[in-house]
């Protein structure tokens, strides 16, 4: 078994803990009826994501033990699917591996989760709309991360797929979570059928890779199957209708790798599926932080590292990725700055992060965007959840133009969102400076067609994203307070639950950066091999040949990133501080473009109009109308002038009229059709 | 042309003849199940030229006997003797109906025409074919499993009848 | 002999009023006819059959009879059914007409 | 002399066991019926119609018992060798059992809910014993004289109960309707018969497998007809027309047994049809199926989106299920046949439990029927909520339930047999589905419950099936090899199914 990995019972136990209290606290709603006292059901679920954290820390130092080329552990629990039958048995195991892809993941779920799931229990025992809800808030937020887990511990497609749609599912039921706003319910509809947009993909994705790996011989859904014979099919093609575009054929794995992506689109929310995740902020903050922000939507992200070798071997598709992701980048950032909502500032600005980690990856730096989605967890983790303390303590008000001046006001959430606009924005030495530099830096080294262009869309959007995260760093906490007397006189930092794990996650976010220094700094400082995180991704991901880049290049690099940083926060605090009408007056003169930023370039709008009418004019309208009562009476029409006025007169009568001759009649049609086409 | 064949024109024609009176009666539903018996009986005589003889004295009583007794006496219970339903203004659907019924009847008759089965007349009939003894005696040893599930199937549809049409409710 | 051909168009014509008569007719009875008028264009349709048939292998074959019989005996029950669902339908409305049968619709 | 027929009487077990079932059954009515007298109407009545039910849940156990051991012994045996009309081998032995368990989950839903709608009359019970007596002889027929009887003796008692509560119009109509296009179709189906018959000199499988001559006009016409017949049955569109209003207006609880039995029972039967019999034919079958299982697909999708009432939303998903059925139909494989198998086991469960939860919602009189009455559910019956949630999910085929299995099972034999673009279209409209399956659950999760009057008790049958059918569905979906069960030890239902299918292809 050393080829496979070393085996380990403990990984179970990961996703298993949450799972089991979740399972608890559903048969304690929903059984026995009879909810657990509300502190005491919360303190299970931490203790069980908490658990888990301590048991992927066991599991990271067995896992650090091995030599670096079979770091791998593996937990096969039993036979999901088996007993195939024919010549391309399929069998899928339920089974858990940890390599260090996954430690990352895992630790980053766990760890995050673990914060935000105490965070929660002052979040919630503040909020008084539902006193019942607290235990099925948990439930859901522990089978959330049973799934996520599962989904990043998963050994094969299958069970990936589980996890894929669990999330998804939970997200749901999260952001409905305040069910009598019936626009939450609606943006949770909204989250699931996008999302399933991309399952779509995902799904025709799997199906078409087993095929393919069947054609050769080699039937397996579990990544190491099959990594170990894609090389078999990386020549495969398809054909295609001249009509189409690229034909006369495809290369297969081009295909497949845009179907993943697809299902990464919807879940990570990149254009042109990005529709959902700004609406799931009707949800509780702490999901907002938890699910959209640190862990789910990076599912997408995850997958696509997780198939490097199949995206290293497709480059239409990375390049497809890499250019979505910058353009989700560029628009999202500039969506962003016209947003008043705090959470939707934030929303934007992580579908705009998302981009960035699509681009690495597009690029072929799987590296740097699993770096930066590290990061990226720990400080919009962070910058979500002090959001959510600065909106507890303004009791539910989410508009910054009746915020300012909080600093004096919220005297230590004030230190921890500054961490985190520090992290974001790209200053050195915070995280957010070293990820992001990776990652620009994959962008100028790749082999993607305008890679140049790549990194400056990457350049723009860092100097827009620390544009925005300072004007709201600026409209929220300084500048002349804008807050109600009323209100201004209440506002105080929260409880220790809340409080506390916003230290410990500013930490990280000033310190995350140096598990991943990159060398250049490191050889500033001496240390050998410092980019501890990509010598420890290394076995996992498939090696490209980027363009080499001198040292110098890559400080000058550095240089101009902090350089535009710099200039984008200058702007804001002109605007923002130094002449606060500036805005008022610049988004008067480009009244139109404004206006198009604040509709979010009428997004949604376009979608409501394009796919969501259509169907449902189809479906009453064609269907039933046209179909129904017009194919009975066009039938019977047969084109004489009478019956031209029949169907006006009677048109809707027969539309599926309920009448039993009418189904006979359409028997009878259908029964002349098979019978002909069979005698042809 | 054969006594037999003429007879089977004969009988054929009136069968013909009579379904199309039922189906286009729209008057009188008494006379509507009149024709149903004068088809019945003349398909009746068409087996006895195909020499099915249990088949054909089945027919005569089962058919004509019960069944169509069986229609009567519902119309007369109902009182249901003129029909109330005068043409449908839907003539339109009907004619697609109509439409749609003779392809059916192309696409048959065509099939037929085809077919090397009706190139050679048939061979004599053995001895004893169609008989109330080889039927019996076939009946009750190949294909006694068939006997015993219609008898099923008669219990379910007198119970179903019963359930259905019994006056009393609870 | 007679000629088989014309026995089985025969049949086929029967079965073609028969499916008109079920697809125009208002009046529920006459459907209920009509239905049987069908069936026995099947039992002709296997009697003919049966006599091209005779023999299989020298051996004297009846399989289409006896499916007749069956088929006879499935009329008897449908008509049983029929008749009592009509007369069920008969006491609740009034009336016979299957074009005032729409309620469940859409 | 006439020589004695070597029959083969404990072959016939099953059917046997329930027919002795129903007819017991009507006996006992008649006799409980004197206790009339001594403990009053009300009670004798609910009394009596337990009493039956157990009756009926007992004979269809021992059917289940008796067709298990046929099929863990796992040999072909004939009920008359010289004329084998019935045989019980793996594929009729499982298919067989799993009518018995539908039915005998069926029995216990309908008791609480045929006495909320006073009509708990011994004469239901016996009447779906005698259609599953129907569907066993059906799916174990050889012979086109016994898939024809079989097949009207399932019809007759489902025409009859369709209409069992007669004193309401829409019973009425459903019955009518159903018994209406029902007979028509056998009436079509039996030309077709009559002409492969006229084709091939005999009607056992056999003989028509012998006859076939994929050129032969006549053969084409039966088989197109006979495909018709059956067509009709499975509902695949442009036959399905009848199934919403039938599956609207028929008692709830008559509704959940057909829904799921003749469906079972009819795809079985084509199976078999397809595999005995219709082999030389099935390559001009191939276009045909995959035409109707598209069309069924999207029609069935597109027309659940817009109802607004449960059964009927329901009855458009099982035409939505046939739909993605037949992709089993179209590849032909083993694999496909065997992922039908399975999917069907699947859909039993879930679309009984989906028709249970109405039944057990289902007040006296007030059937709470509209898609609306299900908000708030998640506060007043929280245990009935979660079992609904779980049955949409699996019907919509979210991973880790039932349907996900068998939508996933079915997805790979079509790519395995090449079938793509049926692939995108069964995958692309099961993203549609989803839409309209949760709505159930946003309704119950995410409303206010209305002033909606449903049961507030729930009886203990209902109870059970919900939980077993809920067990099922999450069992089939997380470790369909190894079914855990307390007294069996663990099932592999996977290889069940196929072990029951492998027959056909010389396993």
């Known amino acids: 078994m050393v080829d496979v990995g070393t085996e380990s019972d403990l990984l179970r136990w990961i996703p298993l803990l949450p799972l089991l209290v979740a399972a608890y606290h559903g048969i304690s709603i929903g059984v026995l009826r009879r909810p657990t006292v509300p502190r005491v059901a919360a303190i299970f679920s931490c203790a069980a994501v908490l658990l888990s954290f301590v048991l992927a820390c066991i599991a990271l130092r067995d896992l650090l033990a091995l030599p670096p080329d079979s770091r791998m552990l593996v937990d096969d629990i039993y036979t999901w699917i088996g007993a195939g039958i024919g010549s391309r048995a399929l069998s899928a195991e339920v089974s858990f591996q940890l390599d260090p892809l996954s430690a990352v993941m895992t630790l980053v779920v766990t760890f995050v989760g673990s914060m935000i799931h105490i965070y929660s229990i002052g979040y919630m025992e503040d909020d008084h709309r539902d006193d019942k809800g607290t235990q099925r808030f948990f439930c859901y937020l522990n089978l959330f991360t049973f799934s996520m887990l599962v989904l990043v511990l998963g050994d094969n497609l299958v069970l990936m797929f589980l996890g894929w749609e669990g999330v998804g599912l939970c997200s749901y039921l999260l952001i409905g979570f305040w069910y009598s706003d019936s626009w939450n319910a609606y943006c949770g509809s909204k989250a699931f059928i996008v999302n399933r947009i991309g399952d779509f993909g995902f799904l025709i994705g799997l199906f078409l890779l087993f095929n393919a790996l069947s054609e050769i011989g080699h039937p397996a859904v579990s990544f190491a199957g099959i990594q170990a014979h894609f090389d078999g099919i990386v020549e495969m093609t398809i054909a295609v209708p001249a009509w189409m575009p690229f034909a006369p054929e495809w290369q297969l794995v081009n295909v497949i790798g845009l179907c993943f992506f697809l299902g990464a689109c919807g879940k990570s929310a990149q254009i042109p599926l990005y529709v959902w995740l700004p609406d799931a902020m009707a949800g509780p903050t702490p999901v907002s932080a938890l699910i959209h922000a640190a862990t789910m939507v990076t599912a997408g992200v995850y997958m696509v590292c997780r198939l490097s070798f199949l995206y290293a071997a497709a480059p239409e598709a990375s390049a497809v990725i890499a250019w979505t992701g910058a353009i989700t980048a560029l628009v999202a950032a500039t969506i962003a700055i016209t947003q008043n909502d705090i959470k939707k500032v934030l929303a934007y600005s992580t579908v705009s992060q998302l981009g960035y980690m699509f681009l690495a990856a597009g690029c072929g730096g799987y590296t740097a965007a699993i770096f930066h989605l590290g990061t990226h967890a720990f400080f919009k983790g962070l910058l979500f959840l002090a959001a959510g303390a600065v909106i507890l303590a303004m009791h539910h008000e989410q508009d910054m133009r009746k915020m300012g001046g909080l600093w004096r006001r919220l005297r230590m959430t004030r230190w921890v969102f500054f961490a985190g606009v520090y992290a974001i924005a790209g200053f050195p030495p915070f995280s957010g400076f070293f990820s992001k530099d990776e990652i620009l830096v994959a962008a100028w080294a790749s082999h993607v067609p305008g890679h140049t262009w790549l990194y400056g869309i990457g350049m723009l959007t860092a100097g827009l994203t620390a544009f925005y995260m300072f004007r709201l760093w600026y409209l929220t906490f300084c500048g002349e307070s804008r807050v109600p007397s009323d209100v201004l006189s209440h506002v105080k930092d929260p409880n220790g639950f809340v409080v506390n794990p916003l230290w410990v996650l500013a930490f990280f976010s000033v310190t995350a950066g140096l598990v991943g220094l990159p060398q250049i700094w490191g050889d500033l400082i001496g240390i050998e091999e410092s980019n501890s995180l990509a010598n420890f991704l290394k076995p996992v991901f498939a090696a490209g040949e980027p363009h080499h880049i001198a040292h110098s290049t890559e400080y000058w690099m550095a240089f101009w990133a902090v350089a535009i940083a710099l200039s984008g926060t200058a702007l804001a605090w002109l605007l923002y501080i130094k002449k606060p009408g500036v805005p008022d007056r610049i988004a008067a003169t480009l009244s139109g473009l404004y206006r198009t930023l604040l509709n979010k370039y009428y997004i949604d709008e376009l979608y409501d109009a394009v796919i969501v009418r259509p169907l449902v004019v189809f479906s009453d309208r064609v269907l039933y109308r046209i179909v129904d009562a017009g194919v009975i009476d066009g039938i019977g029409a047969n084109g004489t002038a009478y019956g031209i006025r029949a169907v006006a007169a009677n048109g809707l009568k027969y539309a599926q009229s309920g009448l039993a001759q009418n189904y006979i009649f359409f028997m009878i049609v259908g029964a002349v059709a098979i019978v002909g086409y069979l005698l042809r | ?170 | 002999m007679l000629p088989m051909d014309h026995v089985i168009a025969l049949s086929a014509i029967l079965f073609t009023i028969g499916v008109l008569g079920v697809a125009t007719r208002r009046n529920l009875i006459v459907i209920l006819m009509s239905i049987e008028l069908m069936l026995n264009a099947v039992n002709l349709a296997f009697v003919g059959f049966n006599r091209i048939w005779s023999q299989v292998d020298g051996v004297a074959a009846i399989d289409g009879q006896i499916f007749v019989l069956m088929v006879i005996a499935v009329a008897a029950a449908e008509v049983a059914v029929g008749l009592g669902i009509l007369l069920a339908m008969f006491r609740n409305r009034d009336s016979v007409n299957v074009e005032e049968v729409n309620l469940l619709k859409w | 002399m006439i020589p004695a027929p070597d029959l083969n009487l404990s072959v016939l077990l099953p059917i046997i066991l329930v027919a002795i079932g129903s007819m017991t059954i009507l006996m006992g009515e008649v006799l409980l019926s004197r206790a009339d007298t001594v403990l009053g109407r009300e009670v004798t009545e609910s009394f009596i119609g337990t009493v039956l039910a157990g009756t009926a849940i007992f004979f269809f156990a021992l059917t289940l018992w008796a067709s298990g051991v046929a099929f863990a012994g796992g040999g072909v045996q004939v009920f008359n060798p010289d004329n084998p009309m019935y045989q019980l081998d793996p594929f009729s032995s499982f298919v067989t059992a799993v009518l018995a368990l539908s039915a005998l989950l069926s029995c216990a839903l309908s008791i609480t809910y045929l006495s909320e709608l006073r009509i708990n009359h011994g004469e239901y019970y016996a009447l779906i014993m005698l259609s599953a007596s129907g569907m066993m002889l059906m799916v174990a027929a050889v012979d086109l004289i016994a898939v024809f009887l079989g097949l009207e003796l399932m019809s007759i008692p489902i025409y009859v109960l369709a209409g069992f509560d007669r004193r309401k119009l829409r019973s009425n109509e459903s019955a009518l309707k159903y018994f209406l296009i029902g007979s028509f179709a056998s009436a079509i189906l039996l030309y077709g018969m009559a002409l492969l018959y006229g084709v091939s000199g005999g009607t056992s499988f056999e003989a028509l497998r012998a006859g076939f001559d994929a050129d032969n006009p006549m053969a084409l016409v039966g088989l197109g007809l006979v495909v018709v017949g059956f067509a009709f049955k499975i509902s695949m569109v442009p036959f399905h027309q009848w199934t919403p209003d039938v599956y609207e207006g028929a008692p709830s609880a008559v509704t959940a047994y057909m829904s799921v039995t003749v469906k079972v029972a009819a795809f079985a039967t084509l199976i078999r049809l397809l595999a005995m019999a219709f082999g030389p034919l099935e390559a001009s079958l191939e276009t045909i199926f995959w035409v109707l299982s598209a069309l069924t697909i999207v029609v069935g999708n597109i027309m659940a989106i817009i109802q607004e009432n449960v059964k009927r939303m329901l009855a458009y998903s099982s035409i939505a299920h046939a739909g993605y059925l037949m992709i089993g139909l179209v590849t032909g494989t083993i694999e496909g046949y065997s992922a039908m198998i399975f999917y069907l086991i699947a859909y039993t469960f879930m679309n009984l439990g989906a028709f249970g939860v109405v039944v057990a919602l289902a007040n006296r009189g007030n059937d709470c029927e509209r898609i609306a009455s299900f908000a708030g559910l998640a506060r007043t019956r929280p245990g009935l909520a979660a079992v609904m949630a779980l049955f949409m999910l699996s019907l919509a085929g979210i991973p880790g339930t039932a349907g996900f299995m068998g939508k996933f099972k079915i997805f790979m034999a079509a790519v395995n047999s090449g079938d793509i673009w049926l692939l995108i279209i069964g995958v692309l409209m099961s993203v549609v589905s989803v839409y309209y399956y949760l709505r159930i659950p946003v309704l119950m999760y995410m409303r206010e419950p209305e002033d909606e009057s449903h049961r507030t008790e729930i009886a203990s049958g209902e109870g059970a099936v919900l939980v077993v059918c809920a067990l099922a569905v999450l069992a089939l979906g997380l470790f369909p090899n190894r079914v855990p069960t307390l007294l069996f030890g663990d099932l592999d239902v996977l290889d069940w199914a196929n072990r029951s299918v492998g027959m056909f292809f010389g396993g």
């Not at chain 2, 007879?7 to 008057?27: D, P, W």
């Not at chain 2, 203004?89 to 048959?108: D, E, H, N």
């Not at chain 2, 074919?129 to 068939?146: A, E, F, K, N, P």
């Open chain 2, 1 to 170: 042309m054969t006594a037999e064949t003429i007879l089977f024109y004969l009988f054929g024609g009136l069968a013909v003849i009579s379904a199309l009176g039922m189906v286009l009666n729209t008057r009188n539903t008494v006379a509507s199940v009149l024709s149903l018996v004068v088809t019945m009986v003349s398909l009746g005589a068409v087996y006895l030229l195909l020499e099915a003889y249990l088949v054909a004295a089945f027919q005569i009583m089962v058919y004509g006997g019960a069944i169509v007794v069986l229609f009567l006496f519902v119309v007369m219970l109902l009182n249901l003797s003129t029909d109330e339903f005068p043409p449908s203004k839907q003539r339109l659907i009907k004619s697609a109906f109509v439409i749609a019924g003779v392809a059916i009847l192309a696409q048959i008759l065509i099939a037929l025409g085809h077919d090397p089965l009706f190139a050679t007349p048939p061979e004599a009939v053995p001895e004893g074919y169609g008989g109330y003894r080889q039927v019996g005696i076939l009946l009750y040893t190949d294909y006694v499993l068939l006997v015993e599930m219609a008898s099923l199937l008669l219990l379910a549809a007198i119970v179903g009848a019963l359930i259905l049409a019994k006056r009393k409710i609870d």
